[in-house]
């Protein structure tokens, strides 16, 4: 069946995939075909339509409904080893510690548990689900720019690896609240290098100007001090400089040669370090982004702090789960206002931000084989909330749908279901999970009955 989605860039287009004129915004998007053969999850069966793994999506629709979040588990398994088997080759002494933030439901964290991964996490919801999941807080991360005394005490208490102190205040915190526990602190500091990744504005973190971190030129007066504050042991640097990072290594270089001066001059003082944290960020491939392999960034990391000779440590999570996730979706109908076609779908915003929130482009598939195969035309593929905002893409090349087709939004594994909220009374959609030829539903679909429980009417309003 691929061969008859083939086509190249600017040559000749086949008969099934004859399309008009593109809108601009769709002249270079990669073609059904490319789409799926760049997914190796993804495979197509000329009569059931696309598949993940082995699990048709038709099937996942029958039996679960639409709008369903779709993980692939080979996905995740395939990208945590391809990375590790990266840094081993770098000849890094490296721990993986997945950012649970990308997507922290408990299947996942469980897959990758079972890999070895450690987890960095932002919360103690965060820190729980992991434990949960079984990765013991022995290998977790706990990071954020603004961890509460209680947060730190639970930390703490639940004996985290690692605490990343972004600032003095906090290391302050972080020393009251430990010595007022009966607990020594394990405390990295996150310098902020002042480089900018080349990524979207909202995901930078790595700038002077961002929140994050502590500015260079204060780190190694602040490393001293808290080397001598009670209740602290200082095991090393950590840094991250956003997310999303696909402009090549030479942000990266930049970030990690400095924090490699930085550490030389803090072993040069005598000053306790363990390890270094050299963060995430590596982006994927979405639309035509060039995405580096997990080799350059090893690569870069080998070149610069790993020359120290200690232990380092990476904190992915797009890379892992982004291209490990899909959200499966169905035409609510088609209409056209004047000479605009809109699709409407039963998922929205509310489901997956990232367009509305970024920008974000995200691939998107018919699953059914014959719309695969038909003609295409621009259309604006929207969802049923009420604003204007509540749009996937416009201009996009679509075949023709009627009620019911289905429809796969690809690469929607991180920051999908995880920033999910319930706008518009819209319940949460289920969480799939495919392994093989296997699936179950790991996270149930809200029920309406669900969105309301926890609120009361008070008694003056006749509750």
């Known amino acids: 069946?691929?061969?008859?989605?083939?086509?190249?860039?600017?040559?000749?287009i086949l008969p099934a995939m004859a399309e008009p004129h593109p809108a601009p915004d769709a002249a270079h998007d990669p073609s059904f075909a490319e789409l799926i053969a760049g997914r190796p999850a993804l495979s197509l069966d000329?009569?059931?339509?696309l598949l993940v793994e082995e699990v048709p999506l038709a099937r996942i629709a029958a039996l679960h409904g639409t709008p369903s979040w779709v993980i692939s588990a080979g996905t995740l398994r395939r990208r945590y080893r391809a990375l590790a088997a990266a840094l081993a080759g770098a000849g890094l002494s490296a721990a993986i510690h997945y950012a649970a933030k990308a997507n922290d439901t408990l299947a996942v964290l469980r897959v990758l548990a079972a890999e070895g991964a450690g987890a960095d996490v932002v919360s103690i919801g965060e820190l729980r689900a992991a434990e949960a999941a079984g990765i013991p807080a022995s290998r977790i991360?706990?990071?954020?720019?603004?961890?509460?005394?209680?947060?730190?005490?639970?930390a703490l208490a639940a004996g985290v690896f690692q605490i990343n102190a972004e600032s003095a205040e906090e290391i302050a915190m972080i020393s009251e609240t430990a010595a007022a526990t009966g607990h020594v602190a394990p405390v990295a500091l996150r310098v902020n290098p002042d480089v900018d990744a080349r990524t979207h504005a909202k995901v930078t973190t790595g700038k002077a100007e961002n929140k994050f971190g502590i500015a260079m030129s204060d780190a190694a007066a602040l490393y001293a001090r808290m080397a001598g504050m009670p209740g602290i042991r200082p095991v090393g640097l950590a840094t991250h400089i956003g997310s999303q990072i696909t402009s090549g290594m030479a942000a990266y270089r930049a970030a990690y040669a400095?924090?490699?001066?930085?550490?030389?001059?803090?072993?040069?003082?005598?000053?306790?370090?363990?390890?270094?944290?050299?963060?995430?960020?590596?982006?994927?491939?979405?639309?035509?982004?060039?995405?580096?392999?997990?080799?350059a960034?090893?690569?870069?990391?080998?070149?610069?702090v790993g020359k120290l000779g200690l232990p380092v440590m990476v904190e992915p999570g797009r890379w892992i789960a982004g291209p490990a996730g899909f959200l499966l979706a169905s035409v609510i109908l088609e209409k056209r206002t004047g000479a605009?076609?809109?699709?409407?779908?039963?998922?929205?915003?509310?489901?997956?931000?990232?367009?509305?929130?970024?920008?974000?482009?995200?691939?998107?598939?018919?699953?059914?084989?014959?719309?695969?195969t038909a003609p295409t035309a621009p259309a604006d593929l929207v969802g049923p909330v009420c604003e204007t905002g509540d749009t996937f893409a416009r201009g996009r090349l679509l075949p023709a749908f009627a009620e019911g087709d289905l429809v796969l939004f690809c690469d929607a594994g991180a920051?999908?279901?995880?920033?999910?909220?319930?706008?518009?009374?819209?319940?949460?959609?289920?969480?799939?999970?495919?392994?093989?030829a296997r699936m179950a539903v790991i996270r149930e679909r809200q029920s309406e009955a669900d969105l309301f429980r926890g609120q009361r009417i008070p008694d003056w309003l006749g509750g």
């Open 141 to 154: 991360v706990y990071s954020g720019v603004g961890k509460t005394r209680a947060e730190l005490a639970a």
């Open 340 to 372: 605009r076609r809109f699709v409407v779908l039963d998922a929205a915003m509310n489901d997956l931000l990232r367009p509305a929130l970024y920008d974000a482009w995200h691939g998107v598939l018919p699953v059914s084989p014959a719309r695969l």
């Open 46 to 49: 000329p009569a059931s339509g």
């Open 258 to 295: 400095r924090l490699a001066d930085l550490a030389r001059e803090l072993l040069g003082r005598g000053l306790p370090m363990e390890r270094i944290d050299c963060g995430g960020g590596l982006g994927i491939t979405y639309r035509d982004e060039i995405a580096p392999p997990p080799e």
């Open 415 to 436: 920051y999908g279901s995880v920033m999910s909220s319930t706008y518009n009374a819209r319940p949460l959609a289920a969480q799939v999970l495919v392994e093989g």
């Open 297 to 304: 960034l090893a690569g870069a990391i080998a070149a610069t």
């Open 1 to 12: 069946m691929l061969r008859f989605l083939a086509r190249q860039r600017g040559g000749p």
